[in-house]
C-alpha cells in the first residue's frame, strides 16, 4: 500500500512483533512503543497505517473524522457492519475515501501469535478492503 499510495509515517494498531515501522503505538506497553493508545493521540500530523481490530473499526473511522486525519485504512468488506455505512451509502464510498483498493483473499494478512481469530483462515473468507483518506 505505501508503494501505492503515500509512506505512511506511524503505524496506529501494532505491536513490536507485528509492527514494520519504527514509530508505532500498541495497546499496552511494548519496547519501542512511541505511544500507547492511539485514541489518546492526535493523527492529524500524520500519514496514518491503520488496520484496527474489528471492534474498533467505528472508533478508528470517528478518530479519522475528528482528527481531519489522512491514512490507509484497511478494513474487511463487511456491509452488514456498524460501521460500513459510515465508508459507503448504495455501493458509493463517500466523499473522504478517496481511493478503494480490494486485496487478495490469499496471503493478504499475516496472523500474530492468536491463530483462531477471524483473520486466521487463508485464503479468508471474505474480501478486505484498504481506502486512503487525504486531507
Same mark, same amino acid.
Given at each position: ?15 513490536? *512483533? ?11 506497553? *511494548? ?9 489518546? !493521540? ?23 473524522? #475528528? ?15 456498524? *460501521?460500513?455505512?459510515?465508508? #459507503? ?12 483498493? *480490494?486485496?487478495? #483473499? ?28 487525504? !486531507?
Amino acid at each position: 500500500m505505501n508503494a501505492l499510495w503515500d509512506k505512511c509515517t506511524i503505524y496506529r494498531f501494532a505491536s513490536h *512483533y507485528n509492527s514494520h515501522h519504527e514509530r508505532f503505538n500498541s495497546n499496552v506497553w *511494548y519496547p519501542a512503543t512511541e505511544k500507547i493508545d492511539a485514541f489518546s !493521540q492526535f493523527w492529524r500530523n500524520d500519514m496514518n497505517w491503520l488496520v484496527p481490530p474489528p471492534s474498533m473499526i467505528t472508533k478508528t473511522l470517528n478518530k479519522i473524522k #475528528q482528527d481531519k486525519a489522512k491514512g490507509i485504512l484497511i478494513i474487511p468488506v463487511w456491509k452488514s457492519a456498524p *460501521y460500513w455505512p459510515i465508508i #459507503q451509502k448504495k455501493d458509493i464510498f463517500h466523499e473522504f475515501i478517496k481511493n478503494i483498493h *480490494y486485496l487478495p #483473499q490469499k496471503d493478504c494478512i499475516f496472523t500474530g501469535d492468536g491463530k483462531n481469530g477471524v483473520f486466521a483462515d487463508n485464503p479468508l473468507k471474505f474480501k478486505m478492503v484498504a481506502t486512503l483518506k487525504k !486531507q
